[in-house]
């Protein structure tokens, strides 16, 4: 038993070292091209600068930026979203992290999200300042990221649209139309997030007969703070 436990333990270590860590710009001119080649637990460092692209997300692949205001991931106004994970891309495997996200402009969900979530996709998305975009972050189609310690602000429409089941934790939420906007029926967990300044309205939920649950959240200063 203690031998097959310690051949084990050697496995993960080793699945550890051989993990690789890929510079953009230095060994790839772009991040989409630097996530292509990266494999399981591979890391994608991104240098500060501005990155004129969008992106998708790869399973088991981390992004992580020099941090926001540094890293730039610009959408160029395209009518487009400028990072996008859908599939088997999976929660705590999959992480962004250390980024602006900007220039997504809206042609119609899907497209116009700073951060599109689709079909069962389930990054972390992490340590990020989303603004300038139609939407911040929009999840869609049974999609359950974690999303946390971000800021969301100054985008056109919502802040964080919701059509699926995301974890929504301590983000700042500011200076959008509306903050978060749950279409209705998916029951997110959505607590101790700061919700200000929001034009229309703050946060709540819509066509549902089934409540969602927005805990211990700071919701101040919107248009409306609460709706259903």
Same mark, same amino acid.
């Given at each position: 038993m203690r031998k097959a436990i310690l051949i084990l333990?050697?496995?993960?270590?080793? =699945?550890?070292?051989? $993990?690789?860590?890929i510079h953009v710009p230095g060994d790839y001119p772009t991040i989409q091209e630097a996530i292509d080649v990266a494999g399981p637990g591979d890391i994608v460092m991104v240098a500060p600068g501005v990155y004129v692209e969008e992106i998708t997300l790869k399973a088991d692949v981390i992004v992580i930026g020099a941090g926001?205001?540094?890293?730039?991931?610009?959408?160029?106004g395209d009518q487009g979203d400028v990072v996008f994970a859908s599939g088997n891309v999976i929660t705590?495997?999959?992480k962004?992290?250390?980024?602006?996200?900007? =220039?997504?402009?809206? $042609?119609?969900?899907?497209?116009?999200?700073?951060?599109?979530?689709n079909t069962?996709?389930?990054?972390e998305i992490c340590n990020n300042r989303i603004e300038g975009n139609s939407t911040g972050i929009a999840t869609w189609n049974g999609a359950t990221p974690f999303l946390h310690n971000?800021?969301?602000?100054?985008?056109?429409?919502t802040g964080v649209s919701i059509s699926s089941k995301p974890t929504v934790i301590n983000n700042t939420i500011a200076n959008n139309n509306n903050g978060i906007y749950d279409s209705g029926g998916?029951?997110?967990?959505v607590m101790n997030n700061i919700v200000t300044g929001n034009s229309n309205k703050g946060m709540g939920c819509v066509n549902s007969s089934v409540p969602t649950d927005f805990?211990?959240?700071d919701v101040w200063g919107n248009g409306q703070n609460y709706y259903n």
């Amino acid at each position: 038993m203690r031998k097959a436990i310690l051949i084990l333990v050697v496995l993960l270590f080793a =699945g550890q070292i051989f $993990a690789e860590v890929i510079h953009v710009p230095g060994d790839y001119p772009t991040i989409q091209e630097a996530i292509d080649v990266a494999g399981p637990g591979d890391i994608v460092m991104v240098a500060p600068g501005v990155y004129v692209e969008e992106i998708t997300l790869k399973a088991d692949v981390i992004v992580i930026g020099a941090g926001e205001g540094l890293s730039i991931i610009d959408g160029g106004g395209d009518q487009g979203d400028v990072v996008f994970a859908s599939g088997n891309v999976i929660t705590n495997t999959t992480k962004l992290q250390g980024f602006t996200i900007t =220039g997504a402009n809206y $042609a119609g969900m899907p497209g116009g999200g700073g951060i599109f979530c689709n079909t069962g996709a389930s990054p972390e998305i992490c340590n990020n300042r989303i603004e300038g975009n139609s939407t911040g972050i929009a999840t869609w189609n049974g999609a359950t990221p974690f999303l946390h310690n971000n800021v969301v602000i100054d985008n056109t429409y919502t802040g964080v649209s919701i059509s699926s089941k995301p974890t929504v934790i301590n983000n700042t939420i500011a200076n959008n139309n509306n903050g978060i906007y749950d279409s209705g029926g998916y029951q997110p967990v959505v607590m101790n997030n700061i919700v200000t300044g929001n034009s229309n309205k703050g946060m709540g939920c819509v066509n549902s007969s089934v409540p969602t649950d927005f805990s211990y959240n700071d919701v101040w200063g919107n248009g409306q703070n609460y709706y259903n």
